[in-house]
């Protein structure tokens, strides 16, 4: 039984993890419809912001601000002045362009931070919850990483379903024409998109560096799990990006708990196969396809 329970609770707190990650994917879909697979790199180095400045004497919160401040503007200048040169041309070219990125990110960040492991503080304990003699593996700050993904993901909700940007952001990535026929600033649109996204990313990879080791590529196994939970919920849904990082999470946990952590990446191309094959929007699918 306690197998079982801190089994269930690591995998909570794994799949609120791939949640975060997920649902900067999402808003980078809804947004512009594009799958950004440069997120990874860019939340790596804002995270690197975000150490340079707790290693320099700043208080753990200046520098998670100044991690998502920094997250807000990188994306907006790649979209401005990266992304926007394949706008309105095959969405492969976008594709292929984030690659690129991630590659040349990658290699900028081993420049400028250098490729050595560096520890990353956490605000609050790393320690499991003691219950009278056992502890659980609940953790204070995998607390705060739930409440922080809860939290983002009300606010995207509000955002594309109450607000009147929300539907012009949504419009933008649907018909450019369209919405310029009907006065939508597309450009602008387009951008915040970005800079949005890129802001949840800034916050995903804070919270999977918090307690741990960075390198320019500790978030690249992210990358794979964050969208495998991203097409589970369904690209459309930030609810859906969070139940699919917990169903994720959840079951990778067991696979490793009880079947061998060697399995866990096959598990998760199961998942993910098994997802396309039976349901390809994801389980949150807002939009059926249409057999003519």
Same mark, same amino acid.
Request: aromatic fraction near 10%; glycine fraction near 12%; charge should be positive.
């Given at each position: 039984?306690? &197998?079982?329970?801190?089994? @269930? ?6 799949? *609120? +993890? ?26 790596? %180095? ?16 200046? $520098?998670?601000?100044?991690?998502? /401040? ?6 907006? *200048? ?51 919850? &003691? ?11 995998? *607390?705060?990483?739930?409440?922080? +993904?809860?939290?983002?993901?009300? $606010? ?19 018909? &450019? ?5 009907? !006065? @939508? ?6 951008? /915040? ?14 919270? %999977? ?12 196994? *992210?990358? @794979? ?8 919920? $369904? ?24 079947? !061998? ?13 098994? +997802? ?5 929007? $994801? ?10």
């Amino acid at each position: 039984m306690q &197998q079982l329970l801190t089994t @269930v609770l690591t995998g909570v707190t794994l799949g *609120v +993890v791939y949640a975060a990650f997920a649902l900067a994917l999402v808003l980078i879909w809804r947004a512009t419809r594009i799958v950004n697979f440069a997120q990874a790199p860019m939340a790596m %180095i804002t995270t690197y912001i975000a150490l340079v400045l707790i290693d320099a004497g700043y208080s753990y919160w200046l $520098g998670f601000a100044a991690a998502l /401040l920094s997250g807000l503007v990188l994306g907006a *200048v790649v979209e401005r002045f990266v992304v926007r040169f394949v706008s309105g041309k095959s969405e492969i070219n976008a594709v292929i362009l984030t690659l690129g990125l991630f590659i040349v990110l990658h290699a900028l960040a081993a420049i400028v931070f250098g490729s050595r492991y560096r520890s990353f503080p956490a605000p609050f304990g790393l320690r499991g919850f &003691q219950i009278g003699d056992t502890t659980i593996a609940l953790t204070g700050f995998g *607390v705060f990483t739930v409440v922080a +993904v809860a939290v983002v993901m009300v $606010g995207l909700v509000l955002l594309f379903r109450g607000t009147d940007l929300g539907l012009r952001m949504r419009a933008s990535a649907f018909n &450019q024409e369209v919405s310029r026929l009907l !006065g @939508v600033k597309v450009g602008r649109m387009l951008t /915040l998109g970005w800079a949005l996204a890129a802001l949840v990313g800034s916050l995903s990879g804070l919270l %999977i560096a918090g307690g741990g080791l960075v390198h320019p590529s500790y978030m690249d196994g *992210v990358v @794979v799990y964050g969208f495998v939970a991203a097409v589970l919920g $369904g690209l459309d849904s930030p609810v859906g990006a969070v139940v699919g990082g917990l169903l994720l999470g959840l079951s990778l946990s067991l696979v490793s708990g009880y079947v !061998g952590s060697e399995l866990v990446p096959l598990a998760a191309l199961v998942i993910l196969m098994a +997802v396309l094959l039976l349901k390809p929007g $994801g389980l949150f699918a807002s939009v059926r396809e249409r057999r003519v």
